[in-house]
């Protein structure tokens, strides 16, 4: 059997039962050793559709949609406050921060002080809804076509005002993550966005649910090792633990 029909094999055998693949168990059926299988793992982990793990690997989700912000925001909650709060930690008190759109930043923005004297710059509305009555922040709203499912501004308007702007620090969402993949989102117009967040900022902060790792979406926003610090919480399995602490950027796991 050719390399290209094992991979064939692999992922046909994993959408037909519940996504799980076993080293020992592909070795057995496809008649070659568990090296070989390894090998082929490595090879459709890299192309993304499969997450390694140890003694085997699952299928990579790929979002073919958006769901809301309302949906997003609905579901894990223990996990997503978990990991904004180590965000908010690692902020400095003064300065201007970059807070990208979606249900983590935006739970970000909800968990900063009242006392913070920061200068926040968001392209999202619910963030600027949220902080814009608090006396002590500075907030700007970036300019831009608006996105209904996200609430977020973006487009040629957006990344030209990001263009003269410097920040202290970036908090980027991703609607999935991988380590051939890196950050990826749903529309181009997005990942222009994140895109110019991360060349005006001096530190730049990819935070992210565990869950976001056995994702891939449409379109890719940048690779790991553009960001200083990914925040993401303790369901994170080793083996991408392992592999992420080799990546480059400092990888700090939120307590659930």
Do not use: C
């Amino acid at each position: 059997m050719y390399p290209a029909e094992r991979h064939a094999a692999i992922l046909a055998g994993a959408r037909d039962g519940d996504g799980a693949l076993s080293v020992a168990e592909l070795s057995s059926r496809l008649g070659v050793t568990p090296e070989t299988i390894r090998r082929d793992l490595a090879v459709l982990e890299r192309q993304g559709l499969i997450r390694r793990h140890h003694g085997g690997a699952v299928l990579a989700r790929r979002s073919a949609f958006e769901p809301s912000l309302q949906r997003r925001r609905e579901g894990e909650r223990i996990e997503r406050a978990a990991v904004a709060r180590l965000v908010v930690e690692q902020l400095p008190e003064e300065g201007v921060v970059l807070l990208d759109s979606g249900a983590m930043t935006l739970e970000v923005a909800a968990l900063l002080p009242h006392a913070s004297r920061l200068l926040v710059v968001t392209n999202s509305l619910p963030i600027v809804a949220l902080l814009g009555g608090r006396p002590r922040l500075t907030v700007l709203a970036l300019p831009g076509r608006v996105r209904a499912v996200t609430q977020a501004t973006l487009g040629a308007w957006t990344v030209e005002r990001l263009s003269g702007l410097h920040a202290d620090v970036a908090v980027l969402g991703a609607n999935g993550v991988g380590l051939a993949s890196g950050a990826t989102t749903t529309l181009p117009e997005e990942a222009e966005v994140k895109r110019a967040m991360l060349g005006i900022s001096r530190r730049r902060i990819l935070a992210v649910t565990a869950t976001k790792f056995a994702t891939t979406s449409f379109h890719r926003a940048a690779g790991l090792d553009e960001f200083d610090q990914i925040v993401t919480d303790d369901g994170l399995d080793p083996d991408t633990v392992d592999a992420l602490a080799e990546s480059g950027p400092e990888l700090l796991l939120a307590t659930t």
